[in-house]
């Protein structure tokens, strides 16, 4: 049986724990907008500025993917592999976002001025 003084103490670190959570994983915080996208390809890398609104033709290892760039924003527009699933990713628009066509061998990333860490680069 739990006594007064137990419930109270079993309440406040269950406040805590809540409190805790909230400020750690709901904590909002503003992303700082993309300013540039850089391209990997299996021979090149290559940055470009977002703000510009534009579609880019990549050569990768089985031929062109186009790439359209508008409002801070990056999607495959089409690529010649199978499955088309970079096509199907849709829009990238967060710093640190990735999509990839790997048969193709290109890859894409919005990255910004001042880089920041999480737990994947540590």
């Known amino acids: 049986m739990l006594t007064i ?4 103490v079993l ?7 809540l409190a805790l959570y909230q400020h ?4 909002e915080q503003q992303p700082e907008p993309a300013a540039y996208l850089v391209i990997h390809t299996a021979n090149t890398t290559q940055s470009i500025a977002l703000p510009q609104q ?3 033709s990549i050569s990768g290892a089985l031929g062109t993917s186009l790439l359209q ?3 801070q924003q ?3 527009l089409s690529s010649p592999c199978h499955n088309k699933l970079c096509i199907a990713h ?3 628009k967060h710093t640190g976002e990735v999509n990839a066509c790997v048969p193709n061998k290109i890859s894409i990333q919005l990255l910004t001025q ?9």
Request: net charge positive; glycine share 6%; with cysteine.
């Open 90 to 92: 849709g829009w990238i």
């Open 69 to 71: 760039i508008d409002q």
């Open 11 to 17: 309440i406040l670190c269950i406040l805590f724990t």
């Open 5 to 8: 003084g137990d419930s109270i």
């Open 54 to 56: 534009r579609t880019i």
């Open 114 to 122: 001042n880089r920041t860490f999480d737990s994947i680069n540590y």
């Open 24 to 27: 750690f994983w709901f904590k």
């Open 74 to 76: 990056v999607r495959f």
